[in-house]
């Protein structure tokens, strides 16, 4: 079956480091997202991605986010600068484009800011 | 912004006893969602709802969109060990965005 995958599954970086997270979505789906879960809360929206660009993007994707699809398969979400706060659980998803499909998790990636 | 309320947060059941847990919004969904996450993993898509009053099942899982959009619940018949997790209830607009609750943690004695 079809999956979402996430690489690295872990991640520890200093505060002020770069971080990339990876993600190849399913194959055929054309709607890309982020998540994140801090430990122990709920899972927050950060930035939908359609047809090559930022289709939303809630108040947690400020300037320091940053998203890209360097090829067909990869979706990465880039943190220029972490802060400690931003010590999370990183959830990519994507979503088919007929109506009636919905999103499907990767297993998501534990940032773990030091 | 737009908010789930979801109820319980916490439940400790004893194994086959039937679970219920729900979601309201002040804002309509097009789509009603519910997921279950265990420990390190991503959220598991158990039941999709997309139309008002609609009453969907899945194995032992039953799941009603609100007939006014704005609320769902979610019930589980017979409880086993392996139905412990959390449950998460999560609503989608238009843009396929999705604003989850806070998560119900069920706990299930053998």
Same mark, same amino acid.
């Given at each position: 079956?079809?999956?979402?995958?996430?690489?690295?599954?872990?991640?520890?970086?200093?505060?002020?480091?770069?971080?990339?997270?990876?993600?190849?979505?399913?194959?055929n789906?054309?709607?890309?997202?982020?998540?994140r879960?801090i430990?122990?809360q709920?899972?927050?929206?950060?930035v939908?991605?359609?047809?090559n660009?930022?289709?939303?993007?809630?108040?947690?994707?400020?300037?320091?986010?940053?998203?890209?699809?360097p090829?067909?398969?990869?979706?990465?979400?880039?943190? #220029?600068?972490?802060?400690?706060?931003?010590? $999370?659980?990183?959830?990519?998803?994507? #979503?088919?484009?007929?109506?009636?499909t919905? $999103?499907?998790?990767?297993?998501?990636? #534990?940032?773990?800011?030091? | 912004?737009?908010?789930?309320n979801?109820?319980?947060?916490?439940?400790?059941?004893? @194994?086959? @006893?039937? +679970?219920?847990?729900?979601?309201t919004?002040?804002?309509?969904?097009? *789509?009603?969602?519910?997921?279950?996450q265990?420990?390190? @993993?991503?959220? +598991?898509?158990? /039941?999709?709802?997309?139309?008002?009053? @609609?009453?969907t099942?899945?194995?032992?899982?039953?799941?009603q969109?609100? /007939?006014?959009?704005?609320?769902?619940?979610?019930n %589980?018949?017979?409880?086993?060990?392996?139905?412990v997790? /959390?449950?998460?209830?999560?609503?989608?607009?238009? *843009?396929?965005?999705? %604003?989850?609750?806070?998560?119900?943690?069920?706990? +299930?004695?053998?």
């Amino acid at each position: 079956e079809p999956e979402v995958t996430q690489t690295p599954s872990h991640q520890v970086t200093q505060m002020g480091q770069e971080v990339i997270l990876h993600c190849v979505p399913i194959s055929n789906h054309l709607y890309f997202y982020w998540y994140r879960q801090i430990l122990g809360q709920k899972v927050e929206f950060l930035v939908s991605f359609y047809n090559n660009e930022i289709s939303e993007k809630s108040e947690i994707f400020d300037d320091q986010f940053s998203v890209e699809r360097p090829d067909g398969s990869n979706f990465t979400l880039k943190i #220029r600068s972490t802060k400690l706060e931003d010590s $999370a659980m990183y959830f990519c998803a994507s #979503r088919g484009l007929v109506e009636g499909t919905e $999103a499907f998790f990767g297993q998501g990636t #534990r940032l773990t800011v030091v | 912004g737009q908010q789930l309320n979801q109820s319980p947060q916490s439940m400790f059941i004893q @194994e086959g @006893e039937d +679970v219920s847990m729900n979601c309201t919004s002040s804002s309509i969904f097009n *789509t009603w969602l519910w997921y279950k996450q265990d420990p390190g @993993e991503g959220p +598991v898509l158990l /039941i999709a709802l997309y139309k008002a009053g @609609e009453l969907t099942s899945n194995g032992r899982l039953t799941a009603q969109f609100g /007939i006014t959009r704005k609320d769902s619940f979610l019930n %589980i018949s017979a409880s086993i060990p392996s139905d412990v997790g /959390i449950y998460f209830c999560a609503g989608s607009g238009n *843009t396929g965005k999705l %604003i989850f609750g806070q998560g119900t943690t069920l706990q +299930v004695k053998p």
